[in-house]
């Protein structure tokens, strides 16, 4: 695609997973790390690669020899290097060699975000001394967070530092490193975004991420975050903005710290692919690997191509981390391979408990459906998560409910627990409760207005007489309400009906038949299955069963005859 | 994942790609060709390859030494030093040797598929003599095929014999090959099945998809063929039957003829990876590559890994041909990196007119979307066509509509066109169109059966008097339908308010008042919202607007006293 040979400082499962990119697109790469058999120098046979450190100023220049465009897997490389060779050889470094110097000193990075008006934590550089530290404490208060300003990833280069007892064990921790002192973010979350910029400045954006860590090492990352829309596109702006304030091309990972009031701080940035952009590979349009590639040959790059690949899609990537006993973790890899839409993505690495081995992407229409699988990876539970076939089992009445049952009496039971009973033989989790408008009205507000916060997406409101319930309802909160109409001693259920179905415009409430809660429950799974493929499949298949038992009496009528079938006719 | 060493007979792009699933799992490959650059070898480092011929036997030899499983990326190997050097060294090769030999020699497949009772083009080994065509035309009718039985590909192997007068070029354009005739297939479209086969014998097909040849060469794959249900069922069942007729493991690529009756034949099936299985890399659940290096290895091959990614997934695979000036082909890639969701492979080969160089996957929700990226890749449009979906996950608004909009005749247009307004406003992509359940009931069910297909999430149906629409669509989709009554000159809409909300246990109806098309559009956004946070937060924002409006006014009316109020109230 492109003739020009990309360079690349470092060969680690990063480096890979761009050589494997830039492959797809003919796009030559040459590698410098030590050894032969780095991960990115396995999959890549055209070249002799160069060996030696991405520190080592010689091997950067013998690596320069070899290409026209160089870029970096990893931020700590020798950075003075890069600049006298950029100005020497004229070959282009993507990102700029200043950006990488900027951000791999994190405090030089959170100086200059700050000075460019990116909300960052507060931070302050420290010196390796107990009264230095003792002094952050008074100002910052405790806990606050020590951390070395360099050469510090996967939370190896960090202390949290929890009184002034503490403060000895961490200046041993991090003894004789360059320090800084971070202010305590009570966060709620930690989410990410990828960011990449293409060689004239433009700014690209992708999805909101949550992601999760374990003994500071990133878990799992949850595609789209599971926060509101204003949040994530916040974070989105967030990291753009703190991007578009270095210089230089490529892709670039930002970490953010969630605040309890919706409030975002970028935590730490990345010049180059990250962890966090891992699910790209599957679930956006352009995996971060291929973005990176484009930005630094300046192949195209359309609007919405780091747009995730569907509306859909929702996606968790796993971390793959050697186990204690060698090649442990390849039974979480089977575990995956098992699964319906879970990859695969192994480095090449020697086995070392802890390391970074590999990862995997699920990729599916629903959070839920992602997390099942992941259940089922991680070994949480035996039952497979077969994509749309996973049955009802593994949805789980156990998990947090769907669909909220609520009626304005207990006299209402007998007619609202047919509906009950739909759900239960479809397996959605549900919730049962008695809710009147007319005796519990602040209870019914509340019951409203908290629905969609505990993750209920539809509730179905069974109410007689003169029926406010679902109505009402509906006024409070933005989910749809399902409302039955439930028969009363007096004009046969319209009262019902009528108080149900004749909304006012703005407020809709989808009403079904009288004393008809079969009907809600289905329609409350039908509204299910337009986000989640696992119900809109039961739903298809409830259809054809009822088509089939049709089918059947209407065969025993044919052949028995209509009245032998009537003398044995239960009602 | 798999600590054996699996060894490939051909080095071509379907070996590269073989190679890149291997590699994802840590599995290690050896390749058997000639030349140090063949795409294949270019991204494989691990290893020395093998430098030779896969129909030289002492080239195979060494390559058995190198591995534990061999496979094949072409047919045309030497079988017999295959089965030989499977019984003296006990390396496992997939597909059974035995197989390769049937397949290679195309007449003898064609005999053993008819044995095994699998349709197939009649045929009929012949001599390579003016006299002995003749007698074939006389039996099977002008035009028919003269193939070469072996070591015929891209249509290289074939000539299409018209009439009498054309024997005598078709044996000068076949001479010195084994030759066999086949009678003509009036077929309406080509098909085919990727279909894969483990170790213990369970045989997986992926979906049907169409081809189109342009010069006997494939030029587009079409995914899911553009046929109806039981065709494309039909084509799934024959691909299976096929490939279960064979021993031994691997993928294999099964093409069909469509023939007007509906009737299917088999054309011909590759022991491999094949150029209509390309889509299956962004199209599928697993790649046709990595089913290939699971089914050899014996990894997991859960029930559905051959399926789409979604059930909404569509796509177009085109060919990436060299162009006749060098490297001409490269604007159709430049293009293809202009349009999102369309991703390009090129196979590292050396460029030369008519050369597979690498192919375009492009993936939609719609046959159509993936058309028009088609058609601005091909240079018939400069428009450029930007995924419709991707727009969705940056503005929230996608253009494929989510809300069908359907009313019995146009006199309900007034009514329902309020909803319509309303989904205007809220920025939801929506259809509106007229179904009638009693004047098009077959335009009715097509519509009901495809809207989900189509990406629908929700359909509103409108109707008046005995309003039959919405709960015959209900009957007819897993979708949740929103019943409008409309109002008609007698009655009042009570008519069309029971016609609509009254339906049996089974099928719900979520009914609104009557006439109000405005609650059901509201209706059908929280519906996407359930799932989509930007359709939840516009619900939000328009609920809180409303409380806004009525609060102004409670304001005006308290200030200016009611009289005032009354004197200034417009209707």
Redesign the interface.
């Known amino acids: 695609?492109d003739s020009q040979t990309v360079g690349i400082l470092g060969g680690g499962q990063l480096g890979r997973m761009i050589v494997?990119a830039a492959?797809?697109?003919?796009i030559n790469t040459v590698i410098l790390e030590e050894g032969e058999?780095a991960p990115a120098?396995?999959?890549?046979?055209?070249n002799k690669h160069v060996n030696g450190s991405f520190k080592d100023p010689n091997a950067i220049r013998e690596l320069a020899k070899k290409c026209d465009i160089m870029t970096i897997e990893i931020e700590h490389v020798d950075t003075d290097s890069l600049k006298l060779i950029q100005k020497e050889t004229g070959v282009k470094i993507y990102p700029d060699p200043d950006t990488i110097e900027l951000i791999k000193d994190k405090y030089l990075q959170k100086k200059h975000l700050k000075k460019n008006e990116v909300a960052v934590t507060q931070s302050i550089a420290v010196e390796n001394s107990i009264s230095a530290l003792e002094a952050v404490g008074d100002d910052f208060g405790f806990p606050f967070m020590l951390k070395s300003r360099t050469m510090a990833y996967d939370g190896r280069g960090n202390f949290v530092v929890k009184d002034k007892t503490s403060i000895k064990e961490a200046l041993e921790f991090l003894k004789e490193r360059p320090l800084y002192a971070e202010k305590w973010a009570p966060f709620t979350k930690e989410v990410a975004v990828m960011v990449v910029r293409s060689r004239d400045g433009n700014v690209y954006t992708y999805?909101t991420v949550e992601t999760k860590h374990v003994n500071n090492i990133c878990h799992t990352v949850y595609a789209?975050a599971r926060v509101?829309?204003?949040i994530?596109k916040k974070a989105q702006l967030l990291a753009h903005n703190a991007v578009k304030s270095f210089s230089g091309a490529g892709i670039f990972g930002v970490e953010m710290f969630l605040l309890p009031n919706g409030e975002l701080l970028v935590n730490e940035i990345a010049p180059r692919p990250h962890n966090s952009g891992h699910y790209t590979i599957d679930a956006c349009?352009t995996s971060q690997f291929e973005a990176h590639i484009?930005a630094i040959t300046g192949?195209?790059m359309?609007?919405?191509?780091t747009?995730?690949?569907?509306?859909?899609?929702h996606a968790i990537m796993l971390n793959v981390l050697g186990a204690q006993e060698a090649n442990g973790e390849?039974q979480l890899?089977?575990r995956a391979?098992?699964?319906?839409?879970a990859?695969?993505?192994?480095?090449?690495k020697s086995t070392r408990p802890g390391r970074k081995m590999?990862h995997i992407n699920i990729?599916s229409?629903?959070i839920e459906e992602c997390e099942r699988k992941l259940d089922y990876i991680e070994g949480r539970t035996d039952k497979?998560a077969?994509?749309?076939?996973s049955d009802a089992s593994v949805a789980g009445i156990s998990k947090q409910p769907l669909v909220g049952v609520i009626m304005g009496s207990d006299s209402d039971l007998p007619v609202m627990s047919q509906g009950c009973n739909i759900l239960k033989q479809f397996g959605v989790p549900f919730e049962v409760t008695i809710v009147s408008a007319h005796r519990t009205p602040h209870r019914m507000a509340k019951y409203a207005i908290e629905a969609?916060k505990r993750g209920l997406?539809?509730i179905i409101a069974g109410a007689g007489g003169a029926a406010h319930l679902p109505g009402m309802v509906a006024?409070m909160t933005?989910?749809?309400?399902?409302g039955v109409p439930v028969k009363g001693s007096t004009l046969d259920g319209v009262d019902s009906?009528h108080s149900i179905?004749?909304?006012?415009?703005?407020?809709?409430?989808?009403?079904?038949?009288?004393n008809?809660s079969?009907?809600?429950a289905?329609?409350a799974i039908?509204?299910?299955?337009?986000?989640?493929?696992h119900w809109?499949s039961k739903?298809?298949s409830y259809?054809t069963n009822?088509e089939d038992e049709v089918l059947v009496k209407a065969d025993k009528l044919e052949t028995s005859g209509y009245e032998q079938y009537l003398s044995t006719y239960k009602k």
């Open positions: 695609m494997e492959q797809r697109l003919n058999q120098k396995q999959i890549n046979a055209l999805p789209p509101n829309d204003t994530q349009v484009r192949l195209p359309p609007k919405n191509f747009s995730l690949s569907t509306p859909q899609t390849l890899c089977k391979l098992e699964t319906v839409n990859s695969v993505y192994l480095y090449g590999g990729v229409q629903s497979i077969q994509s749309v076939e969609p997406k539809t006024a933005p989910l749809p309400v399902i009906l179905v004749q909304m006012p415009r703005g407020v809709p409430v989808a009403t079904v038949a009288i008809n079969t009907n809600a289905l329609l039908r509204i299910l299955g337009t986000s989640d493929a809109f739903m298809e259809m009822m």
